[in-house]
Nanobody
Framework: QVELVESGGGSVQPGGSLKLSCAASGYTFSSNSMGWFRQAPGKEREGVAAIASDGSTSYADSVKGRFTISRDNAKNTLYLQMNGLKPEDTAMYYC????????????????????????WGKGTLVTISS
């Protein structure tokens, strides 16, 4: 059973920082691509950041230079460091994982937006006050 549990969300003023965590279980963590996507009211799903099994990463243009995705395979944990937060970053943030074993970070980012990965968690809310 695949489980993805996000934590670390909260309310932050513009310019602030948050670090999201995703505890994963039920699959071979190190073999799969993972990522974060977000969903805000009235907006479509947006892939934010993705990381492949080899550690390569890809980011949405809207967060480049501000967000950093990383993974700790020994701890089965995925992270998203978010700096310079803006009101438009307000959304539910979801951790996701895909079963495909040979997927690039660029491909992983794209499918999060277009079709979604195979698994995702309950999400953690990030609110940036204006």
């Amino acid at each position: 059973q695949v489980e993805l549990v996000e934590s670390g969300g909260g309310s932050v003023q513009p310019g602030g920082s948050l670090k999201l965590s995703c505890a994963a279980s039920g699959y071979t963590f190190s073999s799969n691509s993972m990522g974060w996507f977000r969903q805000a009211p009235g907006k479509e799903r947006e892939g934010v950041a993705a990381i492949a099994s080899d550690g390569s990463t890809s980011y949405a243009d809207s967060v480049k230079g501000r967000f950093t995705i990383s993974r700790d395979n020994a701890k089965n944990t995925l992270y998203l460091q978010m700096n310079g937060l803006k009101p438009e970053d307000t959304a539910m943030y979801y951790c996701s994982a895909d079963l495909a074993l040979d997927m690039t970070a660029v491909e992983a980012l794209r499918i999060m937006t277009e079709t979604g990965m195979d698994y995702w968690g309950k999400g953690t809310l990030v609110t940036i006050s204006s």
